[in-house]
């Protein structure tokens, strides 16, 4: 892979044509990983490089950031032994991947009881590995979708269950309160998870959570370990991206001097979450920081990082 097949790669996440935080981290992986084969020259500099121009596609998906720092962690004396290494590594990290939704279905599946409702939102390959693997074990299940404006991922959730034949209903963001009555569990995936256990997720997560808070719903969250964000035990906060205007309003209505506010995702606290569905285990949001240390690890934080964390997280 030359440098310009690098910065297409980067565009296709930028685009959205690869989305979702587990697919755009793999892909990440896997794109550092053939920019290595064939690269020439100064490898840590080119390397570096490349690395950096995926770490700014999307900024809120810590998977990315965690899939990159993982398989730049490589070592060697020679431009070959660095490459066979930083190879390994990123091997290495697309088969965590792969084997981590596995594993969160199989332990989210036994969270579920036979004959019920689950609603979940936007499109996110770890809550649907529950979803899927509740229908495979012959749990009666019905699943409700959210459209997930703007950019209605909610239509690629409803192709992926309906092809496994399990039975979905399409409803508009604005009804989620309006079915809450009817749903057993609400179950939907990361896009980061913070050092004190707030969500990051898509867009409209945190008004969902507070719905079946309200209707004492359990609120689940499927996600894999790497999409715990090691930066914010530091007291760095989650940059929420920003998308283009367009995504929401039509040109006619933009040439009017509308103004279009279009963040992509949202933040729900730790009290509004019941249990969040990791490959090592089901655990409460409590455990966040656990989890950071134990996978990425950092030691204990002093006393003076301690105040640095963000209190709206809380
Ligand atoms: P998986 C998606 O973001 C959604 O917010 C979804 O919940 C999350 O990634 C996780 O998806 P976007 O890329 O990793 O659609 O579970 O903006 O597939």
Known sequence: MDFMKLKEAAKKIVDMEVRGAA??????????????????????????????????????????????????????????????????????????????KKEIGKIGVRRIKDS???????????????????????????????????????????????????????????????FMRDIDYVIVGADAITVNGALVNKIGTSQIALAANEFRVPFMVAAETYKFSPKTLAGETVVIEERSPEEVAPKELLSLGVEVRNPAFDITPRRYIDLIVTEIGAIPPEMAYLVIKERFGFELPTEEELTLMPEHYD
Not at 146 to 174: A, C, F
Request: charge should be negative; charged fraction near 30%; proline fraction near 2%.
């Open 116 to 178: 019920s409702t689950i609603l979940t939102h936007c499109n996110s390959s770890a809550a649907l590995s529950i979803i899927k693997e509740a229908h495979k074990a012959g749990k009666d299940i019905e699943v409700f979708a959210t459209e997930s404006r703007p950019r209605l991922q909610g239509h690629i959730t409803v192709k992926e269950l309906r092809k496994e034949e399990i039975p979905v209903t399409l409803i508009v963001d604005s009804a989620v309160r309006y």
């Open 23 to 100: 697919k755009i981290a793999r892909f990440a992986a896997e794109t550092l990983l053939e920019y290595a084969k064939s690269l020439e020259g100064d490898f840590d500099g080119e390397m570096r490089k490349a690395a950096e121009i995926l770490l700014n596609t999307r900024p809120t998906a810590v998977s990315l950031y965690n899939a990159i720092n993982y398989v730049m962690q490589y070592s060697g004396n020679t431009a070959d032994e660095k490459r066979e290494d930083l190879i390994r590594r990123a091997e290495e990290f697309i088969r965590w991947v792969d084997a981590a």
